[in-house]
């Protein structure tokens, strides 16, 4: 079925660091807590146009409208530094008040794919290997300090080779051969917190 994208513009902050300097590495594992309001509910690593052809879809999974005030994404590379933190405002710097069972969508600047959400962000490419790191990386849902949700993931697992962000076992990314798929939640936004049991490989629907 054919999907309308509209594009809601918003401003990306460079990271918890100032531009130009070395972030700080954080923690690979958090505090598991299930989410009953707000949850990373699918990530897509890199499409047909590279690296920055990705997504990140958040979803509320409750049955109330959610305020996404103060709420920001924030992005990881393979070693546990913050590359990018994406606060969730509209283009007058607002915040959303999300329906239930709705999503946000933050895309690369490259993204290929449609989509009914209204809600949507765009980022600018900064980063050579996107958001996403194909793979290994993680992402955090945030207010404030408080960490709503989080998703690691990785392709394979060499020793000493870090995951951030995980909650219990790192999901398992496609291989970058396989293109047009992410990983996913099921169609609850099932939130188990272990990223393995609750994210799953299927074709990238954002």
């Not at 794919?113 to 050579?128: D, H, I, K, N, Y």
Request: net charge negative; hydrophobic share 40%.
């Amino acid at each position: 079925m054919t999907k309308r994208l509209l594009i809601l513009a918003a401003t990306a902050v460079c990271g918890v660091a100032p531009c130009g300097t070395e972030a700080k590495a954080e923690s690979t594992g958090v505090v598991p807590q299930i989410s009953r309001t707000m949850v990373i509910n699918e990530v897509y690593v890199g499409g047909v146009n590279g690296p920055h052809d990705e997504f990140l879809e958040l979803r509320n999974v409750s049955t109330s409208h959610q305020d996404l005030s103060g709420m920001v994404v924030r992005f990881y590379d393979p070693r546990c530094q913050v590359t990018r933190v994406i606060p969730l405002v509209d283009p007058a710097g607002e915040s959303w008040v999300i329906p239930p069972r709705q999503t946000v969508l933050v895309t690369g600047s490259e993204f290929s794919g449609t989509t009914s959400t209204p809600f949507v962000l765009p980022a600018a490419g900064m980063e050579p290997e996107g958001l996403l790191t194909a793979r290994a990386g993680g992402a955090a849902l945030l207010r404030g300090t408080t960490r709503i949700d989080a998703v690691a993931w990785k392709t394979q697992s060499p020793p000493g080779a870090p995951t951030c962000q995980l909650e219990g076992r790192p999901a398992l990314a496609p291989p970058p051969q396989l293109i047009g798929a992410s990983i996913t939640r099921d169609i609850l936004g099932t939130d188990t917190d272990d990223n393995r049991t609750d994210f799953h490989i299927d074709i990238a629907t954002p």
